[in-house]
Nanobody, 122 residues
Framework: DMQLVESGGGLVQPGGSLRLSCTVS????????LTWVRQAPGKGLEWVSS????????DYADSVKGRFSISRDNVKKVLYLHMNSLKTEDTGTYYC???????????????RGQGTQVTVSS
């Protein structure tokens, strides 16, 4: 079975930083693009960022561009999201997700982990 397990969430003050991680099993990690999506309280899923299968191409939502950085380690089979200059509106549950293809698309994949909570508050 495919499994994606997120970690690294927590409570942080505005302007702070967090690094999310996602460990993966059950599929060939370096054959697929990977994506981070989030869900703010009371709202739907929002695409945040994607990275292609070898990590050479990334894409970001306008709301996080310049503040977030996505990366992957194809040896360790881990996906990361480095989040800087966090804002209260970044609060939500963050999910890592497996794309259908090798290249990035601005879509919300169906295969996702259980999520990790990020709360930005003073």
């Amino acid at each position: 079975d495919m499994q994606l397990v997120e970690s690294g969430g927590g409570l942080v003050q505005p302007g702070g930083s967090l690094r999310l991680s996602c460990t993966v099993s059950g599929f060939t990690f370096d054959n697929y693009a990977l994506t981070w999506v989030r869900q703010a309280p009371g709202k739907g899923l929002e695409w945040v960022s994607s990275i292609n299968y070898i990590g050479s191409s990334t894409d970001y939502a306008d709301s996080v561009k310049g503040r977030f950085s996505i990366s992957r380690d194809n040896v360790k089979k881990v996906l990361y999201l480095h989040m800087n200059s966090l804002k209260t509106e970044d609060t939500g549950t963050y999910y890592c997700a497996k794309d259908l293809y090798r290249y990035t698309r601005r879509t919300i994949p169906e295969v996702r982990g259980q999520g990790t909570q990020v709360t930005v508050s003073s």
